[in-house]
């Protein structure tokens, strides 16, 4: 399990449900057997700032750069149309995320935690750029999002 974030690039800002759509249409489109994930090439140039940083501090996984003994990263970043997503692993999370919510702000990105269904707004659309949420304790945001859930246990999404 990781602790997971979405940093989108939109001039409006986006709502936790909107946020999800966008992410489900792209898990489908490359959801086919056949289907090979894109290059980690972010199509707008906010994106392609905050990606530059980030790996200057933690290279993507994917990367030959990357160490998996040093990386928080849980997986490589998934990189599509507009978002990025951020698997970080739960010992590294509250480093990982503040620092990726310094970024968001600094590149005036929008920052979503799918664990709490928070939406972080950067001050270029109104919002505080400041994340709402504590990363050192985690926990009850996945607890709630589970004791939610009504499907079948092997089936879950966040």
Do not use: C
Not at 19 to 42: G, H, V, Y
């Amino acid at each position: 399990m990781s602790f997971d974030l979405i940093v989108f690039d939109a001039e409006e800002p986006l709502t936790p449900e909107a946020i999800k759509q966008r992410f489900s249409e792209a898990q489908k489109r490359f959801a086919a057997d056949d289907a090979e994930f894109p290059e980690a090439n972010p199509a707008t140039p906010r994106l392609q700032a905050f990606l530059t940083d980030l790996e200057a501090r933690w290279p993507d996984l994917d990367s030959p750069r990357a160490s998996w003994m040093d990386s928080p990263w849980a997986s490589g970043f998934f990189v599509d149309d507009g978002s990025i997503v951020l698997n970080i692993q739960w010992p590294r999370a509250q480093e990982v995320a503040r620092y990726v919510n310094e970024l968001t702000e600094r590149h005036g990105l929008q920052l979503f935690d799918p664990q709490t269904e928070r939406v972080v707004l950067p001050s270029r659309l109104g919002g505080s750029g400041q994340a709402p949420w504590d990363v050192d304790d985690p926990m009850p945001g996945v607890i709630g999002a589970m004791e939610s859930y009504q499907g079948d246990p092997n089936d879950v999404e966040f």
